[in-house]
């Protein structure tokens, strides 16, 4: 292996044989290159759809009223459906194994004043798990708390572009804000990867907010999300189940489609997992295929390599040469041909999905990569694969007796 005369004896076949070295190499690296690449890509329409979900909860089931469109249980259509607290504790309650987060939500568009400055917002009346539901990011102060709730606190957490409308200058936290006429004080700022319309967003303790509405208990809709570990058919199962609780508990026909409306993400989930694991397999498929090609291109090289080193082989063998070092011959030079190429390969391939990955975000490709755990399996899976079609025909010409290696043409 560290024999210096056989690795210049290596590199000297090598450099007599430019032509076929850069087939041989050509083949592994472009193998390498194409399965890196199309790999990457794939992992790039991933990125892209989970980050398609960052907007709120991926695990989310939102839950509305409406009007009813059919008389139901003696009761006439067309009758307004409202959601209230115990309409929240039985949704949540029902099977509470199967929430992660939850809250319920009062809607509404507010006047809001600081100083000088005023503008309409959307006002979200919540509890203190709605920073959860909303992916929010705090940037200064707190989200609303459990004691906000309990003891109906006039507090407010506002969005970043509502500081900036509002708020211009200093910190925000502690600010007093009039919203719609009452006083509130300003305890935290978030951020919301949704945009800017989430961002004009201020919440408020739900009961205070309730207490404002003439200490009505009413919601406008309810929030949950739902256990992480439940498979996307559970998690619809589980859906199916709060919608057929709540007609219920409202009397509202079973196929009553508009009183009470659930959209539950399981289901767009379910449908884009299946798209996009099917768009994956083709694709790596097709890389694994490149990658089959190259180790069938070298198997064939290798075999027209020893083919055409017959003659040489039975000189060898005719001067002394033992099979074994006439196999582990070749068997080095196709080792180094693989490895130098496997790494050309890799290189480029890396190089191209960093210099494109920027420009593909248009085609729904984000941040193309490959782990460099699946690299090195490809690349050892090459390496292998070059050693063993190196190794048979080798072997098979080691076994030639010397006068017929001598005569083949």
Not at 42 to 69: E, K, M, P, V
Not at 321 to 334: D, F, H, N, T, Y
């Amino acid at each position: 292996m560290f024999d210096l005369d056989r690795w210049q004896e290596i590199f000297s076949s090598i450099r007599s044989n430019i032509l076929r070295t850069v087939l041989s190499g050509f083949t592994v690296a472009l193998g390498l290159y194409i399965f890196i690449v199309l790999f990457g890509i794939g992992n790039g329409l991933q990125n892209a759809f989970q980050q398609g979900f960052t907007r709120d909860a991926q695990n989310l089931i939102s839950i509305f009223t409406g009007r009813t469109n059919v008389a139901y249980g003696g009761l006439q259509a067309n009758r307004d459906i409202t959601l209230n607290n115990a309409d929240y504790d039985a949704i949540v309650g029902s099977q509470p194994e199967n929430v992660q987060y939850s809250t319920p939500r009062y809607s509404t568009n507010f006047l809001v004043k600081y100083g000088k400055e005023s503008g309409n917002y959307q006002i979200s009346g919540a509890n203190d798990e709605e920073s959860f539901i909303e992916n929010q990011k705090l940037m200064n102060g707190r989200f609303i708390s459990k004691r906000d709730i309990e003891n109906n606190q006039y507090v407010a957490v506002i969005g970043r572009m509502v500081q900036r409308d509002l708020i211009k200058n200093g910190d925000p936290v502690g600010k007093e804000l009039n919203i719609n006429g009452s006083i509130f004080k300003v305890i935290g700022v978030f951020a919301d990867d949704g945009g800017d319309w989430d961002e004009r967003m201020i919440s408020l303790p739900v009961s205070t907010l309730q207490q404002i509405k003439k200490g009505s208990d009413t919601i406008s809709s309810v929030y949950i999300a739902y256990n992480e570990n439940m498979k996307p058919e559970q998690a619809i199962e589980y859906g199916n189940h709060l919608e057929k609780e709540l007609k219920a508990r409202k009397k509202v026909s079973p196929d009553d489609e508009n009183a009470v409306i659930v959209n539950n993400k399981a289901k767009g989930l379910q449908d884009s997992f299946t798209f996009l694991f099917v768009i994956t397999m083709i694709v790596g498929f097709i890389g694994l295929g490149t990658l089959l090609a190259g180790i069938i291109g070298i198997s064939n090289i290798m075999v027209y390599i020893v083919k055409e080193r017959t003659k040489e082989i039975g000189v060898r063998k005719a001067i002394g040469a033992k099979p074994r070092s006439i196999v582990g011959l070749i068997m080095q030079e196709s080792i180094v041909i693989t490895v130098v190429s496997g790494f050309i390969g890799v290189g480029i391939g890396v190089l191209t999905l960093k210099l494109i990955g920027g420009s593909l975000e248009k085609y729904f490709i984000k941040d193309p990569s490959v782990g460099w755990g699946l690299i090195f399996a490809a690349f050892i899976c090459l390496v292998i694969s070059g050693l063993i079609a190196g190794f048979i025909p080798a072997y098979r010409a080691s076994r030639i007796r010397p006068i017929e290696a001598l005569r083949t043409e």
